[in-house]
């Protein structure tokens, strides 16, 4: 009897991602909730986007859903309160999924590609304080295999 060949599979982990100016740098974006919801609303066919006052920091955010690829949804909330202040957290993603949205952040909405930053919830619960810069270049599959590896360096037994 033949044996069958396993090929191991890559676990879909799903997190919260984080995504920042770098640090020290906190207006690098120059972006406003405001530009970020006509970016979307270019990019992203029928985005839902709404605006509240955020229950933990008493500052606005922009909460958006986008469909970077059919069938592909993507939760999110913005604040950019301050000129030198800026984040997008996308909520409940898989490396992949977050490498699309950002892809398009980094390549279409900040001035420059180096200026992306980002952490995981899943990071910051096993004490890693710090983001990581995302990949200024390749496309996104290097981008989630980035994220992956930022995952698989903090993940615990």
Do not use: C
């Amino acid at each position: 009897m033949r044996q069958r060949k396993t090929v191991p599979t890559e676990r879909n982990i799903r997190t919260n991602f984080a995504f920042y100016p770098p640090q020290g740098d906190g207006g690098a974006w120059r972006a406003t909730a405001e530009s970020l919801e006509r970016a979307l609303r270019e990019a992203f066919p029928e985005p839902a986007v709404e605006y509240r006052i955020s229950g933990i920091h008493s500052v606005p955010v922009l909460d958006f859903e986008i469909e970077p690829a059919p069938g592909v949804w993507i939760d999110g909330t913005a604040s950019m309160p301050r000129p030198d202040y800026a984040y997008i957290t996308l909520t409940d993603v898989t490396a992949g999924e977050a490498a699309v949205f950002a892809r398009w952040l980094r390549d279409s909405f900040v001035p420059a590609p180096h200026l992306v930053w980002f952490a995981s919830s899943l990071a910051v619960a096993n004490g890693e304080q710090d983001p990581w810069p995302l990949p200024a270049e390749g496309g996104e599959e290097e981008i989630a295999a980035e994220l992956r590896r930022h995952l698989d360096s903090v993940e615990t037994p």
